[in-house]
């Protein structure tokens, strides 16, 4: 028989988006905080068909703090 046991607390990797200072996001960042995955901010930049472009950097994705907390609607 199990023992019932305490559920486990989920901590996030990320902050909360209002907290994020920084001028860019990673992929994966950008990606949580729109709630899509990493793939589809992927494809928006190589089909350039998305609400958002971002920026190259050393041939990684930059995608703008601003741009993405105005697309999910944060201050």
Known sequence: MREATAPQQVTS???PLEQVTKPNLKTEEA?????????TLRAWACLENGPLR?????GLLAWSTADVKAL???A
């Open 13 to 15: 990797q990320y902050q």
């Open 72 to 74: 999910a609607g944060v």
């Open 54 to 58: 971002p920026r190259r950097i050393a």
């Open 31 to 39: 990606a949580h905080y729109l709630n899509r995955r990493p793939q």
